[in-house]
């Protein structure tokens, strides 16, 4: 069964502000902890200020949830190759995030995604943080 | 003495400096006189970051400078960021006054009368904003029971080169991004200097629920004519920020349970914590010495400001108890009159009236009174004649429509022919009788006259546990008249009218356990507005009713009912209007507000009780701290002790 790994990152926090976010990224996620969620991509969100992506993935009780994780914008997605079908509805996907600061709330924040199906990945490289 | 003594010191100072500045015209009487020509301040700016934390967001939990109260402080704890992904809120702007600190510039319009040239208002715009007219023609601020949105309501004045805006009739929000919060009844002053291409825009919260002093802060911007106000668009769907499947979701944090507020001073060590908690002493110079030990902040004495409007006042102007009926349009047919507090609801058309629910028995006669002249003054007013001769086209008359527009008297207004109670309660059925016997409902047809009492009185419609409560009211207690009670009862989840009223679907939805086992909300279907009865009001706490059936999640289950039904017109912002019982006319996101302080007060005083304290232990322990100086009572009808007794009661019934 695929679980969520809660992974405490004690250095390299996620410093950076949330400039154009219409929420504050500190205040909305524990930018010092990550989550994994293993799962099926469920929707692709592809708008500004922020697209989003949905996935279903068991939580840390192995129960399957809805997780909605906060990407960047088009325009940075764009930079990076990300279109609009670039993510199909069923695709396996790994997400690594941030997690909300909200006990119960299947939320987080876009580290780095990866579909191991063809190897796409978004995030850890230059430009590929959420801003 | 370390760096660090003198950075908090320099914030401080420049806190105070800031307070200087402003107070003195904040509260100055008159000031120079206007100068003939002001300056002109409409183009397109550009923000300068150079104030602190300008569009960055403070640390979690740093309330450094806010003139805080222990209210504003819990309230700021415990309201998570994420509360803001939620669907009725995702596509609001900043809240106003975080507003000219947001990213992307601002654009200043005028308005010009063509006549004169004389500037009727100014309009502000914002990346993420609504137009936000600020009036120049000297008209007044709305009543109290109007209702408040993001930007506000707006007025300005020429004070010497100053544009000062004076701003009420705002939604609850923030300060800053990221965790203080405002309630919705602040008064928000801003003053405007330009000096050059340089825009000058100090900014005055006055809060006094949450704040013990006025908030000031200053941003600057530049005149930019290259530049262009972006425009963000908002096309969020219900769950797309805050993931799960509950579309209810209210994300907040237990009292206590935000560790997140002090994570910032682990990195900040130099900085003391007592500091970061804010409060009015805090701001002002004279803090330092309690730092080094030389004074205690207890005993200090600071110049501070006071509000400059009465909080109480403010709050129970939304529903004057002033033995009067004011009458507000609200949209399409549906009309709010206030008596005496308690809001009817009236639907006012070519086929007649209805009204939800009828005040008290002692408003009656002034309530009628106000409906048959709304009524007369909407469905037939006096129209000036635009066609001569026999041959105009037009409604039957004495011999001409010329002739008939001078002489004749326009026909009366229809009748009262429904009346809807969301409940028993005596301010809301206590005017049926006279107002049911003074309506007519056709319901003989070609046979009523032969049966006495067919088709005389208007409809009375509720759910039939109303009925059952107003025919058999318990021990010492006089039933109402017959011609009072409801004569069309419904036990379903929801009722239609059978045909169009006034042109629009009428649908009434039960709302089990809420208030009572009897409440319904009232949704007129084209106007776009509902009578939420007591399942919602802009003045206290729900009042839950638990011998007769009220619960706490009833109350939340009612409310969540409502934001399903609603839906915004723009950017978090009016679309359906919503009448409470008592109180202002709100929006979806007003109704949200309010869903969240319930749900949380449900989940803080579960939480309690879950740890084993009693009702008592749980009174004392404030959990309803943060509100109720919005909507607590320690006197009358329904007080805070009241209401925390009747949640924990039913939390308990609900085990």
């Known amino acids: ?131 | 003495m370390d760096n660090g003594f003198f950075r908090i010191g320099g914030r401080l100072l420049l806190a105070a400096a800031a307070i200087c500045i402003s107070i003195p015209a904040l509260f100055a009487q008159g000031g120079p006189a206007r100068t003939l020509i002001p300056p002109d301040i409409a183009g397109e700016w550009r923000l300068e970051n150079s104030e602190d934390d300008t569009t960055a967001q403070p640390p979690l939990g740093d309330y450094t400078g806010i003139p805080f109260n222990e209210a504003g402080r819990l309230r700021s704890d415990t309201t998570a960021e994420s509360i803001w992904g939620t669907p009725e809120y995702q596509c609001r702007p900043h809240s106003a006054p975080h507003q000219w600190r947001g990213l992307g510039g601002a654009r200043i319009l005028k308005e010009q009368d063509p006549l004169t040239r004389d500037v009727k208002a100014y309009h502000i715009q914002f990346m993420r904003s609504l137009d936000r007219p600020v009036f120049m023609d000297g008209r007044p601020h709305p009543p109290a029971w109007a209702p408040h949105t993001w930007t506000g309501f707006s007025t300005g004045e020429w004070v010497g080169n100053t544009l000062k805006i004076t701003t009420t009739h705002l939604k609850d929000g923030y300060l800053k991004r990221g965790g203080p919060q405002t309630s919705d009844m602040y008064a928000m002053t801003e003053f405007l200097t330009r000096h050059g291409d340089v825009l000058s825009i100090i900014t005055v919260i006055d809060d006094p629920l949450y704040l013990d002093e006025p908030y000031v802060h200053s941003t600057t911007y530049a005149y930019d004519p290259t530049a262009s106000v972006a425009h963000e668009v908002c096309n969020s769907s219900a769950f797309a920020e805050n993931g799960g499947t509950n579309r209810h979701w209210v994300p907040h944090f237990l009292p206590g349970e935000n560790n997140a507020r002090v994570e910032w001073l682990k990195d900040e060590n130099w900085f003391p914590p007592e500091a970061a908690l804010g409060g009015v002493k805090s701001v002002y110079p004279e803090y330092r010495t309690t730092l080094n030990g030389s004074a205690k902040v207890d005993t200090l004495r600071v110049p501070s400001s006071k509000s400059g409007f009465a909080i109480d006042k403010r709050i129970a102007d939304q529903s004057p108890r002033d033995g009067q009926v004011h009458v507000l349009p609200v949209q399409g047919n549906i009309y709010m009159l206030v008596a005496d507090g308690t809001n009817v609801a009236v639907s006012v058309g070519t086929e007649g009236v209805a009204v939800v629910n009828t005040a008290s028995a002692q408003m009656s006669d002034k309530l009628l009174a106000a409906i048959n002249q709304l009524a007369n003054a909407t469905v037939t007013p006096p129209a000036a004649n635009n066609c001569f001769g026999a041959t105009c086209a037009g409604t039957w008359g004495w011999s001409s429509p010329y002739i008939n527009s001078v002489i004749a008297s326009p026909a009366p207004a229809k009748p009262i022919r429904y009346i809807f109670n969301t409940s028993a309660a005596p301010e809301h059925v206590g005017g049926n009788e006279k107002l049911a016997t003074s309506g007519f409902f056709p319901r003989g047809g070609g046979f009523g006259a032969a049966v006495a009492n067919v088709g005389r009185g208007a409809a009375i419609v509720a759910h039939e546990n109303v009925l059952n409560r107003m025919a058999s009211p318990g021990p010492k207690q006089t039933a109402p008249p017959a011609s009072a009670q409801p004569t069309d009862t419904y036990f379903d989840e929801l009722h239609k009218l059978p045909n169009y009223f006034n042109g629009e679907a009428v649908v009434v939805y039960h709302a089990p356990a809420a208030n009572t086992d009897g409440d319904s909300l009232v949704f007129f279907r084209r106007s776009e507005v509902i009578a939420a009865g007591n399942v919602f009001s802009t003045v206290s706490y729900p009042v839950i009713d638990v011998e007769k059936g009220g619960t706490i999640q009833g109350v939340i289950d009612g409310l969540n009912k409502i934001i399903d039904l609603a839906v915004p017109e723009y950017r978090a912002q009016g679309g359906t209007w919503v009448i409470p019982s008592r109180g202002r006319v709100s929006d979806t996101a007003d109704v949200a507000s309010y869903r969240n302080m319930v749900t949380m007060m449900r989940d803080r005083i579960q939480d309690l009780k879950g740890k084993g304290m009693t009702v008592a232990q749980v009174k004392a322990a404030r959990p309803t701290l943060d509100f109720d100086g919005r909507y607590g009572a320690t006197t009358g009808p329904w007080t805070t002790d009241m209401f925390v007794e009747a949640v924990y009661r039913t939390l308990q019934e609900r085990k």
Not at chain 1, 1 to 23: D, E, K, N, P, Q
Not at chain 1, 77 to 85: I, K, P, T
Not at chain 1, 96 to 106: A, C, D, M
């Open chain 1, 1 to 131: 069964m695929r679980r969520v790994v809660y992974l405490v990152i004690g250095a390299a926090l996620f410093a950076g502000t949330a400039a154009s976010a219409h929420h504050s990224y500190a205040a909305t996620y524990d930018v010092s902890n990550e989550i994994k969620l293993d799962g099926k991509l469920v929707q692709f969100v592809y708008r500004n200020p922020h697209s989003f992506v949905h996935v279903q993935a068991p939580d840390s009780t192995g129960a399957q949830q809805r997780w909605a994780v906060e990407w960047a914008g088009t325009g940075q997605l764009a930079e990076a190759g990300v279109q609009r079908d670039t993510l199909k509805v069923g695709d396996g996907v790994v997400i690594v995030g941030r997690p909300s600061r909200v006990r119960g709330e299947y939320r987080a924040l876009m580290v780095r995604l990866t579909r191991p199906a063809d190897g796409f990945t978004w995030g850890g490289r230059a430009g590929q943080v959420v801003d």
